[in-house]
């Protein structure tokens, strides 16, 4: 998003971090109690991370939403190819 759309590098990763949290809740759920313990959560699972940070973007009057942030359909396949060639460089 930052190299496509001009986007601050910190609110891209605001606005993807929910996501790509949900994304590895499965297999990863010890990780995710310990993460909603430290930010001392009542609930103890990756969701309740998960919907706190979108809490969170709303309270600090963040887009919680790719297109709220100015990414349209036409951008989708480019910020993939674009995120898949980081991935492919960082291995």
Known sequence: ???L???HHGLANAVNLPYGMRYNIG???KKFRQIARMMELSV???E???E???ALNGELGLPTRLR????RQEHIETLA?????????SE
């Open 68 to 71: 709220d942030a100015g990414v």
């Open 48 to 50: 309740a991370v998960v």
């Open 1 to 3: 998003m930052s190299s």
């Open 5 to 7: 759309l001009d986007t």
């Open 27 to 29: 297999g990863s759920e």
């Open 44 to 46: 103890e699972n990756g």
């Open 52 to 54: 706190r940070l979108f």
């Open 81 to 89: 190819d674009l995120a898949f060639c980081r991935l492919l460089s």
